[in-house]
């Protein structure tokens, strides 16, 4: 899916660039009143028109394969797969992430105070009482 993804972005840079390129060499519509004057256009390598015509096409190709690779990255960056239903049907529900913020104390290293008891380190609610410890109540 990855390649999939990098392959359309490269064609979407490609289309991006030769749309750019292709606008920049067309002539504009005053550029028509030279060649009736007698510019030299008729001896080009597409005749008079026919650069025209040529540029015009395969800027609109190059729109074409933009638009339909912006299509595609849209989709494929909005498909999220769904989960397996698995071999009954039923699909299987995710399982519960423990958050260490709401773990019991007990589950928590105890780090007692210097002069607490043994009795206070070993008992999560005495060792809280001590001054010090970072245990939540």
Known sequence: MLYLKTLIIVVQLLSALGVIGLVLLQHGKGA????????????????ASGSAN???????V????FFCSTLALTY????????????LGASVP????????SAPA???PVASAPGATA??????AA???????????
């Open 127 to 137: 060792a809280a009482s001590q001054p010090g410890n970072d245990v939540p109540k």
């Open 119 to 124: 009795a206070a380190a070993a008992s999560p």
């Open 62 to 65: 190059l729109a074409t394969v």
């Open 32 to 47: 028509d009143m030279g060649a009736a004057f007698g510019s030299g256009a008729s001896g080009s390598l597409f005749g």
């Open 54 to 60: 040529f540029l015009s096409r395969t800027t609109a």
């Open 94 to 101: 995710a399982p519960a992430q423990v958050n260490s913020a």
């Open 76 to 87: 494929l960056g909005s498909y999220h797969a769904k989960p397996s239903a698995g071999v």
């Open 106 to 108: 007990a589950s928590a």
